[in-house]
Every structure is written in structure tokens, then in C-alpha cells.
């Protein structure tokens, strides 16, 4: 893969939104972007503790295929497997680039109307705004916790 490819292939940045009276968000055309690099407007979205994440469909699958060989693995893991498994919803964007997020992922993690989107990397996550700013701060005020692996992956 080209060094292009994999940046084209990658969810960056955060944005602020509001979704519209039906749960429509509107997707950043940064992200829309990685998701025709994906070849597809198909998101997975899974609650995932106090946000949504959402795949593209083809990084889920690799997901799924980890839980299928090495989460069965991993003693305790089955109720997280059967929390999000079960919670996925296949969600695709409409034609003005909206994702409509269903009422069912809306209130198992308390969105309502504003939203942060953070793209990581092969994900996006999708949080209540004010949810995201507590656990911005937390983290903003911890980073030094974060100092020993980052300096393991040679990155301090």
C-alpha cells in the first residue's frame, strides 16, 4: 500500500456537530473521504461504554474474525462479545453524506443532540458532547500516565 493510500485510509481529527430532529449526523468530508477508500458509505456503529464506535464495514469484519479466533480465547470476554455484537447496527450515509443513528444507539450511551466525532484511526467514535468534554479533561489533566508506553512505541 502507498504511503498515500494509508493516509487517505486513516480517521483523523474531531469536529463538533449537531444532529437533526430525526438522529441524522452530518459526516465530516474528511471522513467521507477514508470511507470511499474503503469502497463503501457502510459504517458499523456498536456502543462501546459512553460512545458509539463506528467501522467502516470491511475494518468490522477483522473485528468480528479477532472475536471469533482470540476473544473466544480470552476467559471473560464472552458478555463484552455479547454486549456489542448484539448492539451493532449496520448503518450506511444517505446521499447528502447524513448517517442516521438509530434511536436504540441514541439512548444506550445518552446521546441527544450534540456530538464529537474523533477519528481514530481505523474508527471513529461518537460521544456526547458533554460526556466528551469530561473525559477530554480527565485525560488532558493525566497525560504524564501515558509517558511509559508512549516511550515503549518510541514515540517520547
Known amino acids: 500500500m502507498a504511503k498515500s493510500d494509508i493516509i487517505a485510509s486513516r480517521f483523523r481529527s474531531r469536529s463538533e456537530h449537531t444532529l437533526d ?11 467521507r473521504e ?11 456503529v456498536a456502543p462501546w461504554g459512553k460512545h458509539l464506535r ?9 473485528v468480528e474474525d479477532k472475536l471469533l479466533t482470540q476473544g473466544r480465547e480470552e476467559k471473560n470476554l464472552s ?18 453524506g ?3 443513528i438509530p434511536v436504540s ?3 444506550e ?4 443532540k450534540e456530538v464529537v466525532l474523533n477519528g481514530m484511526l481505523e474508527f471513529v467514535e461518537i460521544w456526547d458532547k458533554e460526556v466528551w468534554l469530561a473525559e477530554y479533561c480527565k485525560t488532558r489533566e493525566n497525560l504524564e500516565q501515558y509517558s511509559d508506553s508512549l516511550a515503549k512505541l518510541g514515540i517520547l
Open 21 to 31: 430532529p430525526k438522529g441524522r449526523l452530518n459526516v465530516p468530508s474528511r471522513f
Open 109 to 112: 450511551v445518552n446521546i441527544d
Open 79 to 96: 458478555s463484552f462479545i455479547r454486549y456489542v455484537v448484539s448492539g451493532i447496527t449496520e448503518c450506511s450515509l444517505d446521499k447528502q
Open 98 to 100: 447524513r448517517l442516521l
Open 54 to 62: 463506528a467501522w467502516p464495514a470491511s475494518e468490522w469484519q477483522i
Open 34 to 44: 477514508v470511507l470511499k477508500h474503503y469502497g463503501s458509505g457502510v459504517l458499523m
Open 105 to 107: 444507539l441514541r439512548s
